[in-house]
């Protein structure tokens, strides 16, 4: 689609979190490649990011507007910036940062479940460490794809696999295997992870996991939801971004920025670092 992208920050982002074996982020050339579920089954996509926006071609059959609503969903495609900047533009904070990058888009995730899997395993880690065991899962439980790319697992064959099996696997605390297993097996109950969900519910349904806290229930608001107004307050580089000694702070910094306050994270994620949050 023909918009206006900054697509520096976007790319960057993406590259940091990049499963290995799943998705392929060339920040050079503007591309990311994955595996996406059109509707039937995972298909090959390239997104082709750049200042005039983002175009998605699929390497096989798709419904008709499918690669167009996925490149909405995944680059934030279907904001109008406008109320962005009219609400945010005179926040002594954010409109230096608004008027540095007029352009710069909430990202999201093409796949709900592996967005939110891969917050918990970033959890307390590095987004280097969280990359690593995300691609120990797909390594373990994921599809193999003659394009040579593995799609993430679904899932409902992470939630068959026996939990002592999956720690040893992610090489993670007990209590971080167990979410991840807990987590797949609501989804494969139905628990939605998409923009079309309902947030209050899943919000409550993910913090009655235990081992997922508040953090992690915003980044997923942000990534997988869409939820423009999604705030982790919890996340150490917004502290940084912010001076804020902690995440109290933060949240009540981001009170002034509502309903936007996912545009503000991303400003002041891409204004401290091009690889974006912790998580």
Known sequence: MRVPVDPGPVLASLAARAVPGVEEVDVVAGTVRRLVD????????????????????????????????????WFGLGD????????????????PLLAARPHLRVPGHPDGFEAAVQAVLTQQVSLGAGRTTGGRLAAAYGREHASGLRAYPRPEDVAAADPVALQAVLRVPRTR???????????AQGLRLD?????????????????????????????????????????????????APGPRD??????????????AATHLWASVTTTGPVG
């Open 38 to 73: 059109l509707g039937s089954g995972p298909v090959p996509v390239t997104a082709h990011v750049t200042a005039g926006g983002a175009e998605v071609r699929a390497d096989g059959p798709t419904a008709p507007g499918a690669t167009d609503r996925l490149a909405v969903r």
């Open 80 to 95: 109008a910036l406008a109320p962005v900047h009219d609400t945010l533009g005179d926040d002594p904070t954010l409109g």
């Open 177 to 187: 295997a167990r979410a991840v297993h807990a987590l797949a097996v609501a989804c």
């Open 195 to 243: 923009p079309g969900a309902d947030g209050p519910d899943v919000r409550a349904a993910l913090l009655a996991v235990p081992g997922i806290g508040p953090w992690t229930a915003d980044v997923v608001a942000l990534r997988a939801l869409g939820d423009r107004d999604a705030f982790p307050s919890g996340d150490l580089v917004l502290r940084r971004a912010l001076g």
């Open 250 to 263: 933060v949240a009540a910094a981001g009170l002034r920025w509502r309903p936007w306050r996912a545009f």
